[in-house]
């Protein structure tokens, strides 16, 4: 396994790199600059504020300068606010590890129990059910469903406050976020654990008299988690990253609304920071989740 978990970094390192250097030079491809506002700076001025942040120099020189401040551990300063971009960043994405690890969580438990039971009372009701809100919520865009939230809870019936700068309410972001993920996995595991309970192992272990909460939940569902593993592992990043429209529509301060925030007004290093930060969670989630598969099935060897 060591030496899988070796190559896998190394081809995770290489992956971050090229994804650097297609944001880097496609960011810099865009017409217009940082410094572009409605009212126009002096030449003077924007020349100075070129020269301090490397703007003047040719992009192949930009990159390699901020590759080698990124390799010390530099992230730089914002354009826009010249604060550090490493400690906002971190305390930024906080909020968004707080908001994407309860959806995650919910999104989890909630699917693989409805999962089980529509496969356990396949074509009855609970099934056909379940089914029907499960399909209405893969067809429902987060933002969609965000601004639905936002506008029944919140405008309409007054249950949620709509902003709260000091202690934002969390209950509608985690529902926007995690109906999507948790209609999918409900489906998925359905679709596993009928397949787990038409095996061979599970025939014989009913003819030896085990007892069915032992064979649904110690052999059908633990052989079921498979496809669903290999889902949950970049559907936790993807959580965890992809949050920007919901913070947005919830006034919630994470770093998705940073990363929208810093395209709009063209701040390259924080875009470059974020693109960085949110590809290395992605690679190493993809890594947890081939390293979680050996646990689940011993099966499995990873070469």
Not at 160 to 177: E, Q, R
Not at 190 to 212: C, E, F, H, P, W
Not at 257 to 269: C, G
């Given at each position: 396994m060591?030496?899988?978990?070796?190559?896998?970094?190394?081809?995770?390192?290489?992956?971050?790199?090229i994804i650097?250097?297609?944001?880097f030079?496609?960011?810099?491809a865009?017409?217009?600059?940082?410094?572009?506002?409605?009212?126009?700076?002096?030449?003077?001025t924007?020349?100075?504020l070129e020269?301090r942040y490397n703007?003047?120099?040719?992009?192949?020189?930009q990159?390699?300068?901020?590759?080698?401040?990124?390799l010390?551990?530099?992230?730089?300063?914002s354009?826009?606010?010249?604060?550090p971009?490493?400690?906002?960043?971190?305390?930024k994405?906080?909020v968004s590890?707080?908001?994407?690890?309860m959806?995650?969580?919910?999104?989890i438990?909630?699917?693989i129990?409805?999962g089980?039971?529509?496969?356990?009372?396949r074509?009855?009701?609970?099934d056909?059910?379940i089914?029907?809100?499960?399909?209405?919520g893969?067809?429902?865009?987060?933002?969609?469903?965000?601004?639905?939230?936002?506008l029944?809870?919140?405008?309409k019936l007054?249950?949620f406050?709509?902003?709260?700068?000091?202690?934002?309410?969390?209950?509608?972001?985690?529902i926007?976020?995690?109906?999507?993920?948790?209609a999918y996995?409900?489906r998925l595991t359905?679709?596993s654990m009928?397949?787990?309970l038409?095996q061979d192992?599970?025939r014989?272990?009913?003819a030896?008299?085990?007892?069915?909460?032992?064979?649904i939940?110690?052999h059908?569902?633990?052989?079921?988690?498979?496809?669903?593993?290999t889902?949950?592992g970049p559907?936790v990043?993807y959580?965890?990253?992809?949050?920007?429209?919901?913070?947005?529509i919830?006034?919630i301060g994470?770093l998705?609304?940073?990363?929208?925030?810093?395209?709009?007004s063209?701040?390259?290093?924080?875009?470059?920071?974020?693109?960085?930060?949110?590809?290395?969670?992605?690679?190493?989630a993809n890594?947890?989740t081939?390293?979680?598969?050996?646990?689940?099935d011993?099966?499995?060897?990873?070469?």
């Amino acid at each position: 396994m060591a030496k899988y978990i070796a190559k896998r970094i190394l081809l995770a390192i290489v992956s971050i790199w090229i994804i650097t250097m297609i944001t880097f030079f496609a960011m810099n491809a865009i017409p217009g600059g940082p410094f572009n506002k409605e009212k126009a700076l002096s030449e003077k001025t924007l020349k100075e504020l070129e020269e301090r942040y490397n703007l003047d120099k040719p992009v192949g020189e930009q990159y390699v300068l901020y590759m080698k401040d990124i390799l010390h551990g530099d992230w730089g300063v914002s354009l826009k606010t010249g604060r550090p971009i490493w400690d906002d960043m971190i305390k930024k994405f906080a909020v968004s590890a707080k908001l994407g690890g309860m959806a995650s969580i919910f999104a989890i438990i909630i699917g693989i129990i409805l999962g089980a039971i529509a496969a356990l009372t396949r074509n009855k009701l609970p099934d056909r059910l379940i089914i029907f809100f499960t399909t209405l919520g893969t067809a429902m865009p987060s933002f969609v469903l965000a601004t639905l939230l936002l506008l029944v809870f919140c405008l309409k019936l007054g249950w949620f406050p709509v902003y709260s700068a000091t202690d934002p309410n969390y209950t509608l972001p985690v529902i926007a976020l995690a109906v999507y993920p948790m209609a999918y996995i409900t489906r998925l595991t359905k679709t596993s654990m009928l397949d787990a309970l038409n095996q061979d192992y599970i025939r014989t272990a009913r003819a030896k008299g085990v007892s069915k909460l032992k064979v649904i939940f110690l052999h059908a569902l633990r052989n079921a988690l498979i496809p669903v593993i290999t889902y949950v592992g970049p559907m936790v990043a993807y959580i965890l990253t992809g949050s920007m429209v919901v913070e947005n529509i919830f006034t919630i301060g994470g770093l998705g609304s940073t990363f929208v925030t810093s395209i709009t007004s063209r701040d390259y290093p924080t875009i470059m920071a974020v693109t960085i930060f949110l590809a290395m969670l992605m690679v190493v989630a993809n890594l947890l989740t081939d390293i979680v598969y050996k646990f689940v099935d011993p099966r499995i060897k990873l070469d």
